[in-house]
């Protein structure tokens, strides 16, 4: 049984140390670090270890946490929990939070509990969800990918429903190419509700929004960078830290399959982490880049979440944290956000063209 230990926030929040930016063009704010719980706050984790990353992540004014309807492990478990740690914790300090979760991949067995963005589908789950974090309404609810299945015109009137019927205060898309997330403003657009938020996948290993479009209907040859700049759309950029390779986390073991068994790391256990992450020349090419981080000062953690930031059309580094200890040394990144060109070409000698097949790109 938990020992109920009171939280007093820290005083000294919002005293400057952590910016916060528009989303695009749009009023609402996030932090430049915001904090993700896709596999740090399932039922593996002890709820006390969760507890202290959250209550340290809203000290160190981090005041947008990130769920989906599918995290955990198990699923659902993720906002089951953080609704527990609400109420411990936060219960006073709603209006100060942006909460966001999503729907698009599997959740339930049967026709309607995805993968997909019906109508059906989203409604329910962002139903269940509520109830697991037993809230009223979230901050921001996403389409968490685009489902080649449904027409478009159905999901984004969803998402317009969701708004006008008050479950949620905005909403967003997720992994949407450049042409699908061009579609998906336009039909947002003229249902009047718009659609604030992208959120991809980006690291210095993953460079897909930065590339021109290159799918079966390749129209514009547009990247989904070139779209959100010019749509003024926000944009919260998933696992910059590429799970964790690129921190000095995996440089510590004398080989890759020491690596690949580290205890208690990503690696070890996570269905979400590939193996073939941690080759010899991958993990090569992360010490290159540690190198660079030791010369700027940083630690790779927080090189890597300093690069994402560099973007103006970044608005926000979504991150994970098994531990304290590792939110403390991300959030260090923001003592120096800037780059010199050499350095970026230096990062991209070791960065680009790697064969480290990382998690995630868009759908189509
Ligand atoms: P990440 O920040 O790239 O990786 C987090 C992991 O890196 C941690 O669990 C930890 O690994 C390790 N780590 C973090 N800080 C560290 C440090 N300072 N030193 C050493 N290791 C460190 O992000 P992510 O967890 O993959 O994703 C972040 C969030 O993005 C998710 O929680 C979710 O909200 C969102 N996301 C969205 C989608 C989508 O489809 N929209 C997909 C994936 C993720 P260990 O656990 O091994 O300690």
């Not at 593996?44 to 599918?70: C, K, M, S, W, Y």
């Not at 800037?338 to 868009?362: M, V, Y």
Request: charged content about 20%.
């Amino acid at each position: 049984m938990l020992i109920s230990s009171a939280y007093t926030p820290a005083a000294n929040r919002y005293d400057g140390a952590m910016p916060y930016r528009h989303v695009g063009k749009w009023g609402l704010k996030l932090p430049a670090i915001s904090l993700g719980l896709w596999q740090n706050f399932g039922d593996r984790v002890p709820f006390d270890q969760q507890e202290a990353i959250l209550r340290r992540a809203f000290d160190l004014g981090i005041t947008h946490f990130d769920l989906a309807n599918n995290y955990g492990p198990p699923a659902g478990a993720a906002e089951a929990n953080f609704g527990r740690h609400l109420r411990r914790s936060f219960a006073q300090l709603r209006h100060e939070l942006v909460i966001s979760t999503k729907a698009g991949y599997d959740m339930w067995p049967g026709p309607y509990g995805g993968p997909g963005g019906s109508r059906k589908y989203l409604l329910d789950s962002l139903d269940s969800s509520l109830e697991r974090l037993g809230l009223d309404y979230v901050d921001i609810f996403y389409s968490h990918r685009f489902d080649p299945d449904t027409p478009l015109e159905e999901t984004i009137g969803a998402l317009d429903f969701i708004v006008r019927s008050g479950r949620a205060r905005y909403v967003g898309i997720s992994s949407y190419s450049a042409p699908r997330t061009r579609e998906a403003l336009a039909l947002a657009a003229d249902l009047g509700t718009p659609i604030i938020i992208h959120q991809p996948s980006y690291s210095m290993l993953n460079r897909w929004i930065e590339e021109p479009y290159s799918g079966d209907d390749a129209s514009t040859g547009e990247s989904l960078l070139d779209v959100l700049a010019d749509q003024k759309m926000g944009c919260i950029a998933f696992s910059p830290l590429a799970q964790g390779l690129l921190t000095d986390k995996y440089l510590k073991a004398d080989s890759p399959t020491d690596a690949a068994a580290l205890p208690g790391s990503r690696a070890s256990w996570a269905p979400s982490w590939r193996g073939s992450m941690l080759t010899k020349d991958n993990l090569d090419r992360v010490r290159g880049l540690n190198q660079i981080a030791a010369q700027r000062g940083q630690t790779l953690a927080q090189m890597a979440v300093a690069w994402v930031l560099r973007r103006p059309e970044v608005t926000s580094a979504l991150v994970g944290a098994s531990h304290v200890e590792q939110l403390n040394d991300t959030v260090g990144a923001l003592a120096n956000l800037d780059f010199d060109q050499a350095t970026l070409t230096e990062i991209d000698k070791f960065a680009i063209d790697s064969d480290i097949n990382i998690w995630g790109s868009s759908f189509l």
